[in-house]
């Protein structure tokens, strides 16, 4: 499939937060900088993100040397809805994990500790066609989930941008999907993406990490961006029986808290609007311009996606 030429990149995970200190705290241990803080009335917000009564503050952070980062909402009133069950890991159809390539592992995960962040256990070692891979994850603040990645070297000097420090930039987005192949076509015939890796996993210690418990489990996954060096979408299949874990669709949307999804920079705008349409998207925030901290006037507009995720497609004036 030939990938449209109106994604510029994806910036990040949009996370919803009522502590919005702690995620900041964390994400400058994974090496960003806040780049834009702003509030926003209710009238804005209900615009920009389908709210309503809610103010919101909106905080903007970027990896240094990228135009890559995460956005932090903190909506007032807030909800005590959580997007994610600490519990249920494998539960479908909303955005779960921002991941971060270490070449370290060990050097990462002591710096996360030494701050007060727990590793949780165990971490997951597992071989794929291009070397053996480890991952450990940490549950953060609103239960959003981060995973520091190692591996063989040349493999992430073609799947990250920053590979020369303790952290990378975002790298991908995850997230597991109760139907895999209508979530692919979402991304590539929607935001024309286009499929840049294809991977399996069938292991144990994989399977404890995501908190399955069931022994059935072979994980497929189809990543979607532009490019592997650029920030994509992750779309998981963990493989498991049917009725084993819950679709959690419509939750990952403002202002629950948790992982709601990702920032789009495109241009065209009114024409991909159209697109996500046909490809069964659903249009929760119509196009309006609004600046936007760290970027400036954007004409922005929301999108619930069949993967679970809410992204906010931006259009940089």
């Known amino acids: 499939m030939m990938a449209h030429d109106d994604v510029r990149y994806i910036h990040g995970p949009l996370i919803s937060t009522e502590d919005p200190l702690a995620h900041i705290e964390l994400l400058r241990i994974f090496g960003m900088t806040t780049v834009g803080d702003l509030h926003r009335d209710a009238d804005s917000c209900s615009r920009l993100w389908g709210t309503r009564g809610c103010e919101v503050r909106e905080v903007m952070l970027n990896t240094p040397g990228t135009p890559y ?84 070297a040349a ?43 294809r991977y399996g996993i069938a292991d144990d210690s994989f399977r404890r990490l995501v908190g399955a418990k069931r022994p059935q489990f072979s994980l497929r996954a189809v990543n979607v961006g532009l490019t592997t060096q650029q920030p994509y979408i992750a779309l998981i299949d963990y493989g498991l029986p049917a009725g084993s874990a819950a679709s959690l669709q419509g939750d990952a949307r403002p202002p629950h808290r948790g992982l709601l999804g990702a920032t789009v920079v495109a241009e065209g705008l009114t024409a991909m609007l159209q697109r996500l349409q046909r490809a069964g998207g659903q249009i929760v925030a119509p196009a309006y311009h609004a600046d936007i901290p760290g970027l400036g006037r954007c004409l922005a507009a929301g999108v619930s996606a069949p993967n679970g995720g809410w992204y906010q497609l931006l259009q940089v004036a």
Not at 92 to 97: E, G, L, Q, S, Y
Not at 114 to 137: D, K, M, N, S, T
Not at 162 to 190: A, H, K, M, Y
């Open 155 to 197: 493999f992430f000097a073609r799947f990250a941008t920053i590979t020369d420090r303790v952290f990378s930039e975002p790298q991908s987005l995850s997230g597991p999907v109760s139907q895999l192949e209508p979530s692919v076509r979402f991304f590539e015939e929607g935001l024309g993406l286009q499929t840049v890796y």
């Open 69 to 152: 980062g995460a956005r932090l909402l903190v909506f007032d009133p807030g909800s005590r809805k959580l997007v994610r069950d600490p519990n249920r890991g494998f539960d479908a159809d909303a955005p779960k994990v921002v991941d971060f390539y270490v070449p370290d592992l060990e050097a990462a995960c002591a710096r996360v500790e030494a701050a007060g962040w727990c590793i949780r256990e165990p971490v997951a070692a597992y071989e794929l066609p291009e070397g053996r891979f480890q991952e450990a994850h940490i549950w953060g603040p609103d239960h959003v989930v981060y995973a520091l990645i190692t591996g063989p």
